[in-house]
């Protein structure tokens, strides 16, 4: 028991202290709560990576070998933290609560409290339940430390051609293991290889998404009641609950890293702080060690983060010369473009070769009955996608008030259009024609697309005076 209290706190101590260090020491509830959600995050990354170094021949007692180096790192964020940064993070109040304000919040938490309760419930009660999850990404980890070593993973071609005993093999040999090494973890702190508790973080990261995206959103400038408001939009939406009630796929800790790693990219965009960046980008790059199509909206991320940093004028200059080497490269037989963790892409007309993935033919696949029920008469999104539109109709104009926003919109519209020339233009038209794959792609960017409309509407209703909060007020980031 004290080895899987150990296996809980400890990874969480030395993310929270990480992330103080490089955004600051809170002061008040609702800063604590996203340095708990980016803590609980960047721990549970360390432990993982740790695992795989120094486990990698032990994997039944990992606590063993990475409990130490955790200790350190908890310790020494921890001490530099509280004792060498001088004033702590303090966060400005915009207006006062009313009593109506007041209990709707409470009513809205105390809901968001209930469906916590259910969803640790529903993950306790049950192995490891989707498919996909026990065929494909509990087979590694699982092999590993029943084994109590960890055994390459390669190619069937490989497999069949090599005879080592000590290679194995999957349809999913080359699926990222980070999630794995995470699940050996918890195994390694419970003495076997107990599915409930290994799937138990698919809880925790949906609260500490939660907790960040009320956080940051207070941060950014809305109310109490508004950025609770857009955190319960998010945390009632049924199919993240459903991919944490049937845990054990990689889409909802890749849905919650990009979110998370938006709403920090646009406290950074208010602060300029170069250190900060670092440590953005640094968990930007955890997104392919998550999934393989972590690395699309890393690219995404990436190209939009060098826009950001560019003026007006050199934006466009960089958006009209990505577009003429583009056309040119198409022109002359095609060209590679780098995508993290997938390697080189070869685009040419008529085709995408992605490494991993295989050849996409481009042509025209008619699914857009498919597409429109997945998102507007399947139960996945209540009134998600019919209000999405409507928001951004009525307040369009907050894109040309805040750059900040209108950076957001194109790094969503840029996700966008991956996604629809995936499934408009290539086989993987399929996913959306037996709706799987396709709810869980659009899954990934879903908390970034909460966090724009609620930004589009943090104005929305006040006096005049008070439509340019950004610059009137400078609420101080974590």
């Given at each position: 028991?004290?080895?899987?209290?150990?296996?809980?706190?400890?990874?969480?101590?030395?993310?929270?202290?990480?992330?103080?260090?490089?955004?600051?020491?809170?002061?008040?509830?609702?800063?604590?709560?996203?340095?708990?959600?980016?803590?609980?995050?960047?721990?549970?990354?360390?432990?993982?990576?740790?695992?795989?170094?120094?486990?990698?021949?032990?994997?039944?007692?990992?606590?063993?070998?990475?409990?130490?180096?955790?200790?350190?790192?908890?310790?020494?964020?921890?001490?530099?933290?509280?004792?060498?940064?001088?004033?702590?993070?303090?966060?400005?109040?915009?207006?006062?609560?009313?009593?109506?304000?007041?209990?709707?919040?409470?009513?809205?938490?105390?809901?968001?409290?209930?469906?916590?309760?259910?969803?640790?419930?529903?993950?306790?009660?049950?192995?490891?339940?989707?498919?996909?999850?026990?065929?494909?990404?509990?087979?590694?980890?699982?092999?590993?430390?029943?084994?109590?070593?960890?055994?390459?993973?390669?190619?069937?071609?490989?497999?069949?051609?090599?005879?080592?005993?000590?290679?194995?093999?999957?349809?999913?040999?080359?699926?990222?293991?980070?999630?794995?090494?995470?699940?050996?973890?918890?195994?390694?702190?419970?003495?076997e290889w107990n599915e409930p508790m290994v799937n138990l973080p698919w809880a925790g990261i949906w609260i500490a998404l939660l907790l960040v995206?009320?956080?940051?959103?207070?941060?950014?400038?809305?109310?109490?009641?508004?950025?609770?408001?857009?955190?319960?939009?998010?945390?009632?939406?049924?199919?993240?609950?459903?991919?944490?009630?049937?845990?054990?796929?990689?889409?909802?800790?890749?849905?919650?890293?990009?979110?998370?790693?938006?709403?920090?990219?646009?406290?950074?965009?208010?602060?300029?702080?170069?250190?900060?960046?670092?440590?953005?980008?640094?968990?930007?790059?955890?997104?392919?060690?998550?999934?393989?199509?972590?690395?699309?909206?890393?690219?995404?991320?990436?190209?939009?983060v060098f826009l950001g940093v560019l003026l007006a004028r050199a934006r466009w200059w960089s958006v009209g010369g990505t577009i003429a080497i583009?056309?040119?490269?198409?022109?002359?037989?095609?060209?590679d473009v780098p995508l993290p963790g997938l390697g080189l892409a070869r685009i040419s007309w008529g085709s995408i070769d992605i490494p991993g993935?295989?050849?996409?033919?481009?042509?025209?696949?008619?699914?857009?009955?498919?597409?429109?029920?997945?998102?507007?008469?399947?139960?996945?999104?209540?009134?998600?996608?019919?209000?999405?539109?409507?928001?951004?109709?009525?307040?369009?104009?907050?894109?040309?008030?805040?750059?900040?926003?209108?950076?957001?919109?194109?790094?969503?519209?840029?996700?966008?259009?991956?996604?629809?020339?995936?499934?408009?233009?290539?086989?993987?038209?399929?996913?959306?024609?037996?709706?799987?794959?396709?709810?869980?792609?659009?899954?990934?960017?879903?908390?970034?697309?909460?966090?724009?409309?609620?930004?589009?509407?943090?104005?929305?209703?006040?006096?005049?005076?008070?439509?340019?909060?950004?610059?009137?007020?400078?609420?101080?980031?974590?």
């Amino acid at each position: 028991m004290i080895e899987l209290w150990i296996a809980w706190l400890l990874p969480s101590l030395a993310g929270m202290g990480l992330w103080q260090l490089v955004f600051g020491r809170p002061r008040g509830a609702e800063l604590w709560a996203g340095v708990i959600g980016y803590g609980y995050l960047i721990g549970l990354i360390f432990a993982a990576a740790f695992s795989a170094v120094f486990a990698y021949a032990d994997t039944q007692h990992v606590l063993r070998h990475v409990g130490p180096p955790l200790v350190l790192l908890a310790a020494i964020s921890w001490t530099w933290s509280w004792r060498f940064q001088k004033k702590p993070v303090l966060l400005q109040t915009l207006e006062p609560q009313q009593t109506w304000q007041r209990i709707v919040f409470f009513l809205l938490l105390a809901i968001l409290l209930l469906r916590a309760v259910v969803l640790i419930d529903e993950v306790w009660l049950r192995p490891t339940f989707p498919w996909d999850a026990w065929s494909a990404w509990a087979v590694k980890p699982k092999s590993w430390y029943l084994l109590g070593h960890a055994e390459p993973y390669v190619s069937i071609p490989q497999w069949l051609a090599s005879g080592e005993s000590a290679e194995r093999t999957t349809a999913i040999w080359q699926y990222p293991s980070l999630l794995g090494w995470m699940q050996i973890w918890f195994a390694s702190a419970a003495g076997e290889w107990n599915e409930p508790m290994v799937n138990l973080p698919w809880a925790g990261i949906w609260i500490a998404l939660l907790l960040v995206t009320y956080s940051q959103l207070r941060v950014l400038g809305m109310t109490r009641l508004r950025a609770m408001l857009a955190t319960y939009a998010l945390g009632s939406l049924p199919l993240l609950n459903a991919h944490v009630a049937l845990a054990g796929y990689a889409d909802l800790w890749l849905a919650a890293v990009f979110g998370m790693v938006v709403l920090a990219w646009l406290v950074w965009l208010q602060q300029r702080r170069p250190m900060q960046l670092i440590a953005i980008i640094a968990l930007a790059l955890c997104l392919p060690a998550i999934k393989l199509e972590g690395g699309v909206w890393l690219a995404c991320f990436l190209a939009i983060v060098f826009l950001g940093v560019l003026l007006a004028r050199a934006r466009w200059w960089s958006v009209g010369g990505t577009i003429a080497i583009v056309v040119i490269g198409l022109a002359i037989g095609g060209f590679d473009v780098p995508l993290p963790g997938l390697g080189l892409a070869r685009i040419s007309w008529g085709s995408i070769d992605i490494p991993g993935k295989g050849l996409l033919l481009l042509q025209w696949h008619s699914v857009g009955r498919e597409m429109f029920a997945t998102l507007y008469s399947l139960p996945n999104w209540h009134l998600l996608w019919f209000l999405a539109p409507l928001i951004v109709v009525l307040r369009w104009r907050e894109f040309l008030r805040n750059d900040n926003v209108l950076l957001l919109g194109a790094m969503l519209l840029l996700c966008m259009l991956f996604l629809f020339v995936l499934f408009f233009f290539t086989e993987a038209s399929r996913w959306a024609e037996d709706f799987t794959s396709a709810n869980r792609l659009i899954m990934h960017i879903t908390p970034a697309v909460i966090t724009l409309l609620a930004l589009l509407l943090r104005d929305a209703g006040r006096a005049e005076t008070q439509n340019n909060s950004t610059t009137t007020h400078e609420p101080v980031p974590i």
